[in-house]
């Protein structure tokens, strides 16, 4: 995870068509959503910490290059993980005067300018073209409301954050109805508040509620008096976090579970059995609800010795209605499944994916539309009816949730041709490799 250019190599890709049920093992890289958390923390703690097994990939490089630019310390130390080394970071007195390139990482472009604000000096951020279509009012309007100077000519990227050495803090009010990266930025950021900080979402929804649940075991973790005041179906929520140490922690990541949902899904359009290795005992990652998802589409699950096995008879997918909204990313596998099953599948709540790596619900509706599929746009959703599919181009929007969406339509419609399978770099760069590996068995 060593300083890089955050630009990727696009690249064809045909989605290989399943001969046979599968049987296969699989180990996946680590988590996306807590490598960047333990990053991010590591670099804001009292000491020095070790991450074992953490992401590579282009999000986590991003997240690792711009707390570099902010002054931490991260190098790469061997370890026993299969995707490469581990990670020790020494945290340094944060830097202004730098320049962050967001690329298109929501997380890095939601988490890093609050971390910036603690530091004396100015910082600029920008992004790949479609970075500055993603919603960011809120974190401008945010550190505005914590008396932070920031230079915006629209409420999105490019943005100046000018940190005047810290943050009072107190009490902030925000609208994470778009993203609840909103919420997770200024909670990980704030036992540095001098006041610590008192935050209160006022909205009409609050997408992904699982992900602040994350964020604040991981303060927890790290020794932060952190937790929830209220919430509420209106779409009212609150958490407080005092301020206080950071502690330094060896942490092993857990294996990414959303990226393990097209592996997962498999089994369901082609039957088998797939064996998912490190799956954990306890976790706040959205992907554990991969195995009651699955089994609206008849897929059994079960856990045994760390490992998630889950199994389907195949032939005819049957169709489901799915309330999404605390697990948007996981949407896209679930909308590609009923781009190939024998029923109609909708799924409601995710509304928010639209603001995504790009129009997800869009994205989707196009690309199975053009393979003659039946697939309608709803306010908050998608609807997928039943209709004969043929091969085609399927856009990827860089955006690596859309990229391996095709993977599982690709097992029953053959000739689906991805027109950039390197957009999986952002969290999965071995996503084609490991995608063969499970169709022949191998693992």
């Known amino acids: ?3 890089a250019d955050h630009s990727h190599t696009a690249r064809r890709w045909t989605a290989p068509t399943a001969t046979a049920r599968l049987d296969a093992r699989v180990q996946l890289p680590g988590s996306k959503s807590l490598t ?16 074992h097994r953490p992401l590579r990939s282009r999000d986590a490089t991003i997240m690792a290059d711009g707390l570099r630019a902010l002054g931490a310390v991260i190098r790469e130390v061997s370890g026993d993980g299969a995707f490469g080394p581990d990670l020790a970071i020494v945290p340094q007195p944060i830097a202004g005067g730098g320049h962050i390139d967001c690329g298109l990482a929501g997380t ?14 100015p910082v600029s951020f920008d992004g790949d073209p479609h970075a500055r279509k993603r919603p960011m009012e809120q974190t401008i309007a945010a550190l505005r409301g914590l008396g932070v100077r920031v230079d915006a000519d629209e409420p999105r990227l490019p943005f100046t954050v000018h940190g005047a050495g810290g943050i009072v803090g107190g009490e902030l009010e925000i609208d994470a109805s778009a993203s609840s990266q909103f919420v997770s930025a200024l909670l ?49 929520a609150a958490w407080r976090v005092e301020p206080g140490a950071i502690a330094a922690l060896d942490e092993q990541i857990e294996p990414d579970l959303s990226n393990a949902a097209p592996f997962l899904a498999a089994v369901v359009a082609v039957g088998g059995r797939v064996v998912l290795d490190g799956w954990p005992a306890q976790t706040t990652q959205v992907g554990a609800m991969l195995p009651e998802l ?108 859309i990229a391996t969406a095709a993977a599982v339509v690709g097992l029953r419609v053959p000739g689906i041709e991805v027109d950039d ?22 693992g």
């Open 36 to 51: 960047n958390r333990a990053l991010l923390l590591a670099a804001l703690a009292d000491g020095p910490s070790t991450l």
């Open 294 to 401: 699955l089994a609206a589409f008849g897929a059994s699950s079960s856990v045994a010795d760390g490992s998630l096995t889950v199994e389907a008879v195949g032939g005819a997918i049957p169709g489901a209605t799915l309330d999404m909204h605390a697990a948007g990313e996981l949407s896209p596998t679930i909308i590609a499944l009923g781009a190939i099953a024998s029923a109609p599948v909708e799924v409601t709540g995710i509304g928010h994916i639209r603001g995504h790596e790009t129009d997800r619900i869009q994205a989707l509706v196009d690309n199975i539309a053009a393979l003659g599929g039946r697939a309608t746009s709803l306010p908050d959703g998608i609807r997928v009816e039943p209709a004969p599919l043929t091969g085609g181009e399927w856009g990827a929007y860089d955006d690596h949730r």
């Open 188 to 236: 990980l950021a704030a036992p540095r508040f001098e006041r610590g900080l008192t935050l209160r979402h006022r909205g009409e929804r609050l997408p992904s509620m699982p992900h602040i649940e994350m964020t604040l075991a991981a303060l927890r973790q790290r020794g932060v008096e952190a937790g929830p005041l209220e919430t509420g179906a209106s779409g009212a």
């Open 1 to 3: 995870m060593s300083q």
């Open 108 to 121: 890095a472009m939601r988490f890093l300018p609050v971390v910036a604000a603690l530091g004396d000096g």
């Open 421 to 442: 399978i390197g957009a999986t770099a952002k969290t999965i760069p071995e996503f084609p490799e490991l995608w063969a590996a499970m169709l022949d068995g191998r």
